[in-house]
C-alpha cells in the first residue's frame, strides 16, 4: 500500500491547508481498515480528501492521517440493462462522464465543474440546477463504505438501509466510502440557451423559468442591474456544439484568461470594479447550442477564488435576493464575482440542503486574496434570516446548534454517526463544530 511520511495539503483555492502525520493511498477496502486500526492504535484521526475542491476544512486531516484515493478508482460494473454504474470513490467526475459516453450513458445531472472525485462531491452534497433532478447524490443506488472499526459495509435502501440514508452525504463524518453505484439513463443532449436579461426581468419571471425550463440559472453582477440566464433543455437533436473556437473563446479565453485579469485589476484597484461588473455583464451575449448534456452541464473553471452559498426554501428566493441587491448597494463592498443562482427539487437525504423542501441555491464568491469587506458576514446573517442551509464544502460559520434547528432529521444524523463512530476516528475541527462533539 503506497504511503509517505508527512507533506503539507492544500486545497484548489488555497485558503485551507494541513500538514497530516502521514499520508495513505489505499488499493482496496480491506487495506483501508489496517489504516484504520493503525490509526486507532496511534491515538490518530483519519480523514479522505478528493481533488481538494471543498472551501470549508472538511477534509483537513490536521495532524491526522490523509488518505488519498489515488488507489481507488476502478470501475466495478456497468449495468446497462439496471441503468447502474459502479465505480471505486477516487474516480474524478470527468472520467466518469467519458466513460459513460462512450457506453451510450449519462448521469441525470450535474454540477458546474467535473474535476471533483465521485466520494468527495457526493459527500459534500455537490449539485447543479434542476426542476426535477437532485444533487449527484441524490443519484446514488448503494453505496461501500468502511468503518472506523475497519469493517467494510455495503448499504443500499435494502442493505443497512440507515446507513444508506446517512451514508450518501456523510460528509465524511460515518467512513469513507470506497464505492458508489450511480443510476444512469440513456446519453441525451442538452440544448443550452443563454441570454442576458434584467435583474427585476429575472425575478419577475423566476417562477415561470424554473417551472418550463429542465435546468434554469442565471448570474446577478453586482453594481449593474445585468443578467445572464442560463435554460438548459432536453432536445431530440441533432448536436449543434459551439464551434471549436467560439467554445474556446467564450467558456476558457474570455472566462478564465481574460477575467484572471480583470479579477487582479479589481483586488489592486478596488474603485475600479464597478466599471469591471458593468463591461463584464456586457461581455456575456447570447447564444445557443446543442451537445452531450456533461458538456452543457459542466465548463471550465481556472480563476480561483473562495465561495459561500446557501440553499433557501424556494418561496424565500427573489425576497432573499432583492435584498442581497440592497445590501450591496448601499454598502462600500467592491465585489467583481457574479452571484449565480440556481434551483433544486425537494429530496430525502438527510443532510441535502434541498432536503424536504423546494430549494434555490444563492451563491457569492471573492476573487483570491481580496478582502473580505465583511461581505460575506452579511450575506449569511440574510441567509440564517431566511433559515438558509449552507453548502457544506462552502465557507459558512453556522454550528451544530443553528444546523438542527433547519435540518429535520439532522439527530438521525448525529445517532447514527454516535453508533458507527463513537470514538471520533473520522472528527476534524470542521465536523466538531457542525455536528457536535
Known amino acids: 500500500m503506497p504511503q509517505g511520511t508527512s507533506v503539507d495539503w492544500r486545497n484548489w483555492a488555497g485558503n485551507q491547508s494541513a500538514r497530516p502525520s502521514r499520508v495513505v493511498a489505499p488499493a ?29 476544512s472538511i477534509a483537513s ?11 481507488l478508482t476502478a470501475v466495478r460494473e456497468l449495468d446497462r440493462a439496471g441503468g447502474t454504474v459502479t465505480v471505486e470513490s477516487g474516480l474524478p467526475l470527468w472520467k466518469l462522464n467519458r466513460l459513460l459516453e462512450a457506453a451510450g450513458l449519462s448521469l441525470t445531472n450535474m454540477g458546474d465543474i467535473e474535476v471533483q472525485t465521485v466520494a468527495g462531491a457526493t459527500s459534500t452534497g455537490t449539485h447543479g440546477t434542476g426542476r426535477d433532478s437532485g444533487s449527484l447524490a441524490a443519484q446514488i443506488r448503494a453505496v461501500e463504505i468502511v468503518l472506523a472499526d475497519g469493517s467494510v459495509r455495503q448499504c443500499s435502501p435494502t442493505e443497512n438501509a440507515e446507513l444508506f440514508q446517512g451514508a450518501r452525504l456523510g460528509l465524511g463524518a460515518l467512513g469513507v466510502v470506497t464505492a458508489l453505484t450511480f443510476g444512469v439513463e440513456p446519453a441525451f443532449l442538452l440544448t443550452a440557451h443563454e441570454r442576458p436579461m434584467g435583474f427585476e426581468e429575472v425575478l419577475s419571471a423566476f417562477d415561470d423559468l424554473a417551472a418550463v425550463n429542465e435546468h434554469f440559472e442565471f448570474y446577478w453582477f453586482p453594481h449593474t442591474d445585468r443578467c445572464s440566464v442560463k435554460r438548459n433543455n432536453r432536445s431530440q437533436g441533432p448536436a449543434a456544439p459551439l464551434p471549436r473556437f467560439k467554445s474556446w473563446l467564450d467558456d476558457d479565453f474570455l472566462s ?47 480563476v480561483r477564488f473562495i465561495e459561500m452559498e446557501y440553499a433557501v426554501p424556494r418561496a424565500a428566493a427573489t425576497t432573499v435576493l432583492r435584498e442581497l441587491k440592497a445590501l450591496v448597494e448601499r454598502s462600500d463592498w467592491r465585489i467583481s464575482f457574479p452571484v449565480e443562482v440556481r434551483v433544486a427539487p425537494a429530496d430525502d ?13 444563492i451563491a457569492v464568491h471573492l476573487y483570491r ?17 431566511h433559515q438558509g442551509r449552507p453548502h457544506w464544502g462552502k ?13 429535520p432529521h439532522f439527530e438521525d444524523f448525529t445517532a447514527l454517526r454516535d453508533k458507527v463512530d ?16
Not at 354 to 359: C, K, L, T, V, Y
Not at 395 to 407: E, F, G, I, K, W
Not at 426 to 433: C, H, I, K, S, T
Open 28 to 56: 482496496s477496502a480491506e487495506q483501508l481498515g489496517e489504516v484504520f486500526r493503525q490509526a486507532a492504535e496511534q491515538g490518530r484521526t483519519v480523514k479522505a480528501v478528493g481533488s481538494g475542491h471543498s472551501f470549508t
Open 61 to 71: 486531516a490536521g495532524d491526522g492521517v490523509l488518505v488519498r484515493p489515488d488507489g
Open 256 to 302: 478564465n484568461t481574460v477575467w484572471e485579469g480583470a479579477c487582479r485589476v479589481g483586488r489592486r484597484f478596488p474603485a475600479a470594479v464597478p466599471t469591471i461588473a458593468q463591461l463584464a455583464s456586457r461581455a456575456w451575449s447570447e447564444r445557443t447550442y446543442t451537445d452531450t448534456a456533461y458538456k452543457v452541464f459542466t465548463s471550465p473553471r481556472k
Open 349 to 361: 437525504l438527510w443532510l441535502s440542503t434541498a432536503n424536504g423542501r423546494d430549494s434555490v441555491y
Open 369 to 385: 486574496g481580496t478582502a473580505e469587506q465583511g461581505y460575506f458576514t452579511e450575506v449569511e446573517k440574510l441567509m440564517a434570516a
Open 395 to 407: 465557507l459558512h460559520t453556522r454550528d451544530a446548534a443553528y444546523l438542527a434547528s433547519v435540518y
Open 422 to 437: 463513537p470514538d471520533r476516528l473520522f472528527a476534524n475541527d470542521y465536523l466538531r463544530r457542525v455536528l457536535g462533539d
